[in-house]
């Protein structure tokens, strides 16, 4: 059977269509196409090709234990990378490991450029930091850049998801170095700037205690470091700021007072409701004699405790009836003594106290030396030590 000019005419026509409406590809392309077909071994792409695309399991993801099943379905449009136009047997050989890695480099060249953050999952710790990979490209985070604090021990960070930024990148090394610290720095400052917004004197805050000095504790507000002097750590004497708290402890304070412009909050653990000196004036007057223990000393005299959070100042002319050069003389820390109310400066918490006007004076018992005693008088008791001396 022949045909004639028109159908052949038709025919080719229709051959030229359908040559028309496929692609031009070659071997190194990155192409768009939909997924037809999977099965346990490969995947099977239309590519707009006259044929489609062998995708082998091998070349569809970086684990080579995973199953295509798990990775692709059917009508999925992926990026795939033209491996070979024919594998022998007319078929396009496409791996998308290839694409996923070509496109990721365009990601990160994109992120670098404009300072995007993008998350990671850390897969294990090698020297000096952790690596991650992204579509199969590898990527360092060194310890450094882990995080705004100092990291002890990498492995923790083993299968967590950071949100990182590209701080390195040169595709002709294939080196990439990300740093989850530049973004811990930009969550920071966006905290510290909405907390100087909000906190304001006399409100109660949680916070953790994250360094101890000799003159108080810096308590982390959730960006911003307080201090509570060591005057305000108790209403005890504090002597050292470990007395009472330890790094890493979480503390309910109060705000004292906010400081932008010299960037200071001042923060109080003891509750002003708490304070021992608020009854002092109607429990005791001057002139009381109490007991206490001495709490601490100084140069020229010694605290005593009269109560817990409730101790006075006794000067060092007041603690013996003998003159002394210093307070651990004749005191020690501990030590139970009584004493007597001098002074107390209710504004000020302030108490002044005596040892020695709270001590019984030795009498004399006169009668003792008296005619009325048995018959001996002051001059027969010292007769023999006045002999010698002469009386005009």
Not at 367 to 381: F, M, N, R
Request: proline share 2%.
């Amino acid at each position: 059977m022949s045909l004639n000019n028109n159908e052949v005419n038709s025919m080719d026509d229709a051959i030229g269509n359908i040559e028309t409406s496929m692609k031009m590809i070659k071997k190194g392309e990155i192409v768009k196409g939909k997924v037809i077909r999977v099965t346990d071994d490969e995947a099977i792409v239309n590519i707009g090709y006259m044929s489609d695309g062998i995708l082998p399991k091998k070349e569809i993801s970086e684990d080579m234990e995973q199953n295509p099943k798990d990775v692709l379905k059917e009508n999925d449009e992926i990026y795939v990378y033209i491996s070979d136009m024919n594998d022998g047997e007319g078929n396009v050989v496409l791996s998308k490991k290839v694409a996923d890695r070509e496109k990721a480099w365009d990601e990160l060249e994109d992120s670098f450029k404009n300072n995007i953050a993008l998350n990671v999952v850390v897969k294990e710790v090698v020297k000096g930091g952790v690596i991650s990979y992204i579509k199969g490209i590898r990527a360092f985070i060194p310890a450094s850049q882990l995080s705004t604090t100092f990291i002890e021990n990498l492995n923790e960070f083993t299968g967590k998801t950071l949100n990182v930024k590209v701080i390195e990148l040169d595709s002709d090394k294939q080196r990439v170095i990300l740093s989850r610290k530049e973004v811990e720095k930009e969550e920071l400052g966006v905290k510290k700037e909405e907390l100087w917004n909000s906190i304001k004197p006399g409100e109660k805050r949680t916070g953790l205690v994250s360094r101890l000095a000799k003159f108080g504790a810096f308590v982390d507000l959730g960006g911003l470091d307080g201090l509570i002097h060591i005057s305000e750590l108790s209403w005890k004497r504090v002597n050292d700021p470990s007395e009472v708290v330890s790094v890493g402890d979480t503390v309910e304070v109060y705000v004292l007072s906010v400081d932008k412009d010299k960037n200071k909050i001042s923060l109080a653990l003891k509750d002003a409701s708490g304070n021992p000196w608020g009854n002092v004036v109607k429990k005791y007057k001057i002139g009381d004699v109490l007991d206490g223990s001495v709490s601490k000393f100084l140069s020229f005299g010694a605290f005593v405790e009269i109560e817990p959070g409730v101790e006075g100042l006794v000067h060092i002319s007041e603690i013996s009836q003998e003159r002394i050069a210093k307070p651990d003389d004749v005191l020690s820390i501990g030590q139970k003594v009584k004493v007597k109310i001098l002074d107390i400066n209710e504004k000020e918490n302030k108490m002044s106290l005596s040892i020695k006007e709270a001590t019984e004076k030795p009498k004399v018992d006169i009668e003792k030396y008296s005619d009325k005693g048995a018959g001996v008088t002051i001059g027969d008791l010292f007769k023999d030590k006045l002999k010698d001396f002469k009386f005009d």
